[in-house]
């Protein structure tokens, strides 16, 4: 079965233009995530969906993020416009949370490593 | 500020040497993990603990959640080079949130 799967992989743009990352979580997973990872901040929750709702977003640094789930198979990560502050790995992830505790194994995508110049 | 603080923070050993990585916070967890991520890849589950004093081993690797659920350590015996990489506790506040909070990882560097 194949894993979480993102696009593009890497992505250099230039500040001030549009980016947008896109994941395909696990078939049959309910919740989704997005992330960014940088050596400084380590590995931060940016919004996460159940059921292609959005849960929190709390931390969506700015505006210019903006995350959508249209359907249960695809997700995007846009940011407009970008800045070279935004220069990261973003990881999505998907699990399938069980009713009695939230042990629940996140499944992570290979990341997308943006630069912005 | 971390909500959860791991150390250290870089450590590099000798195959066969044993370590122990920490993960603390001042606040209480209804479950944590251990991830480990690989360069290039996305972190992977290695572990998940729910209840206070537990203590769960994986071959070399064994993990303990503390009694009152607001540590956790990961031990490893007779490191090795397939061993390197980054490790990661992960915490859920509370048992009816998605959320995960992310410590900011420990990298492991095994020398042969």
């Known amino acids: 079965d194949a894993g979480v799967i993102q696009s593009p992989r890497h992505e250099v743009t230039e500040m001030g233009q549009e980016v947008t990352l896109r994941c395909k979580p696990i078939s049959g997973h309910d919740y989704l995530f997005w992330y960014r990872q940088t050596m400084m901040r380590g590995l931060e929750l940016l919004i996460y969906?159940?059921?292609?709702?959005?849960?929190?977003d709390s931390g969506m640094p700015e505006d210019r993020f903006s995350a959508k789930m249209p359907n249960a198979s695809f997700s995007t990560l846009k940011i407009q416009p970008s800045e070279p502050r935004d220069s990261a790995v973003y990881f999505c992830?998907?699990?399938?949370?069980?009713?009695?505790?939230?042990?629940?194994?996140?499944?992570f995508g290979p990341g997308t490593r943006l630069t912005v110049l | 500020t971390q909500l959860l603080e791991q150390s250290p923070q870089f450590l590099s050993i000798q195959e066969g040497e044993n370590l122990t990585v920490y993960c603390n916070s001042s606040?209480?967890?209804?479950?944590l993990q251990w991830y480990r991520q690989e360069p290039g890849e996305g972190p992977v589950l290695l572990v998940t603990?729910?209840?206070?004093?537990e203590v769960k081993k994986l071959k070399r690797l064994t993990f303990q959640f503390g009694d009152a659920r607001k540590d956790s350590s990961l031990h490893i015996t007779a490191a090795q080079p397939g061993d390197t990489g980054l490790y990661l506790c992960?915490?859920?506040?509370?048992?009816?949130?998605?959320?995960?909070?992310f410590g900011q990882g420990t990298t492991l560097q095994v020398k042969p």
């Open positions: 969906f159940n059921n292609n709702v959005p849960i929190d």
């Open positions: 606040s209480v967890f209804s479950s």
């Open positions: 992960a915490g859920r506040l509370t048992s009816n949130t998605g959320k995960l909070i």
């Open positions: 603990v729910v209840t206070g004093g």
């Open positions: 992830a998907s699990s399938l949370i069980g009713y009695s505790t939230f042990t629940d194994t996140q499944y």
